[in-house]
């Protein structure tokens, strides 16, 4: 502790962590440099990072190509606002998303954090309705599933188990389902959703849901989502926050499938990490609802930092990488791998699954209980593990090197088989 500087010693008095209880949580470490996968802490210890900045650090960390346009964007114009102006990085952005998304995923409505990008994707739902007479108020989403803090997305994330159970009695759009996971399900899900007219989206995270502890379902899941939806006239949102720009394997999640929701949400390795950035993207039909005469139809939305220049030309640079590099073959290597040498922990007594998906490592435990007090031992090993619920998880960046990625799940065996 004594060599802590003094940034940090005063520093913590003041600040506020997240998921954190503040009297009992560990100290958290001091970081002074990132570079590729590897973290600096401020006593030169270097760290192999897991988790790529909660799975946003896709390219790796401080890209010499993402921190080049932004330098040279940030001498220009960092930022200008976006009401009433435009500028050049931002809808050359929504461009390139339109064309890299499937279908007529067309309208780009950019904004800074994942929530706020689920917020303006569920008014957009609701709006469409009420621009078109119906009054429908209630999402249909699925236990397991996060969408994010701000009260609008906790409402529709996991009911029960999730970290926003206190605040239930806020929260009154939401409808909870599971997930349906063969034809029955699937059929009572859609017969359900028929008949409930007061619903105006099912959102979900497409295949994976992340913070809900790395829970797969099939893309067969999706169809039988997007078609009940179809069914209904009920909108899909996917929340690709976690799974879009080749988490999974796709470019998109919802690519696997083959579907096309009506809104879809991106952030996180939208701009590589390094930037806050989001952005919902509507289709055409969704869009068209709201262009009219009247202006009470338009949609009344729009974040200070909207269309940041900054941070959407670190998005159009973390685009390049995306439609560069060839991490389609990176992704399906690094579940090879992944595959290969978490393997050895279902033998462990304590473990209860292991599995993989894309560049999504998970070994889930029976008995979570001392998993916590193991995060200082990733630390010990030379790695940046955080393991949470009941899994301990790997969402490296897809940058990251074999040799790296052993060290990765070298740790994981040593410290899981030792507990
Ligand atoms: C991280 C995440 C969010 C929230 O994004 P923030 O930028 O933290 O607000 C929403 N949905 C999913 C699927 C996420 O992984």
Known sequence: MTDHPAWYSVGSQ??????TQMKT??????VVKTEGVRITLADGRELIDGIASWWASAHGYNHPHILKAMQDQMLAMPHVMFGGLVNQPALRLCT?????LPGDLNRCFIAESGSVSVEVAMKMA???FLNRGEQRFKFVHFRGGYHGDTLGTMA??????GMHSHFGPLLRHHLPADLPHNEKSAAAFAEDLAGNP?????????????????LFHSAETLRWLRAACDHAGVLLILDEIFTGFYRTGHMFACQEAGIVPDIVTLSK????????LSVAVARDHVFDAFYDDDPAKALMHGPTYMGHALGCAAANASLDLFEREDYGPRVAAIAGQLEAELAPCRTLANV????VKGAIGVVQLKDASGLQALKPRFVEAGVWIRPFRDIVYLTPSLTIAPDELSVLTGAINKVLSEA
């Open 14 to 19: 003041h600040a506020w962590l997240p998921y």
């Open 25 to 30: 949580a560990p100290a958290p470490l001091p």
């Open 96 to 100: 390139r998303l339109a064309g890299l």
């Open 126 to 128: 609701v709006q469409y």
């Open 156 to 161: 529709v994330c996991d009911p029960e188990e």
């Open 198 to 214: 007061h619903v105006a989206a099912v959102i979900v995270e497409p295949l994976v849901q992340g913070a809900g502890g790395m």
């Open 269 to 276: 390795a939208l701009s590589g990490g390094v930037s806050p």
């Open 352 to 355: 209860k699954d292991v599995r």
